[in-house]
Antibody
């Protein structure tokens, strides 16, 4: 059974940093692309970042490019999202998603950027 | 970046109605499109992949069609559990992009 469990969310001040983690199980984590998607309160879904399972290539939305960094540790079956220079508009539930085609989603972790 | 224009933004329908939601891409994306359902307070769930392939376990009243720039999600006979918001996602080219969402009210 596929499981994706996000952690690391919380309250952070503007300009601060946070690292999200996603523990994966039930599939071959090494070979799959992985994705982060976010949803601001009461808003729609926003694709944030992805990492290729085969090449390690990374991709970012313009809204986070240069501030966020996606990575994965295949030995720990864990996906990460390092978020720096956080802004109020980064406040959202962040979902860890399996695959480039988004076939399975975690339950999400809430990040609140506020002073 | 590829823009996805989804319509309508919301709709009201009755049980048993046929419902159609459309996504238009700003440039051709082949069949690189998925449809997702999100119930209130829950994580999204994929219904359709590769524009027209039904996810395992998803009721057959859901169907997807289209290629290139125009895509459609159809619910053939609306059921109470279909009250939700629906999103399209283009995964043909990075950065991937979602449509704005369609809220289906029953």
């Amino acid at each position: 059974e596929v499981q994706l469990v996000e952690s690391g969310g919380g309250l952070v001040q503007p300009g601060g940093s946070l690292r999200l983690s996603c523990a994966a199980s039930g599939f071959s984590f090494t070979t799959f692309d992985m994705t982060w998607v976010r949803q601001a309160p009461g808003k729609g879904l926003e694709w944030v970042s992805a990492i290729s399972g085969s090449s390690g290539s990374t991709y970012y939305a313009d809204s986070v490019k240069g501030r966020f960094a996606i990575s994965k540790d295949n030995s720990k079956n864990t996906l990460y999202l390092q978020m720096n220079s956080l802004r109020s508009e980064d406040t959202a539930v962040y979902y860890c998603v399996k695959g480039d085609w988004a076939d399975f989603w975690g339950q999400g972790t809430l990040v609140t950027v506020s002073s | 970046d590829i823009q996805m224009t989804q319509s309508p933004s919301s709709l009201s329908a009755s049980l048993g109605d046929r419902v159609t939601i459309t996504c238009r891409a700003s440039q051709g994306i082949g069949n690189g499109l998925g449809w997702f359902q999100q119930r209130p307070g829950k994580a999204p769930k994929r219904l359709i992949y590769a524009a027209s392939s039904l996810e395992g376990g998803v009721p057959s009243r859901f169907s997807g069609s289209g290629s290139g720039t125009e895509f459609t999600l159809t619910i053939s006979s609306l059921q109470p559990e279909d009250f939700a918001t629906y999103y399209c996602l283009q995964h043909n080219r990075h950065p991937h992009t979602f449509g704005q969402g369609t809220e289906v009210e029953i």
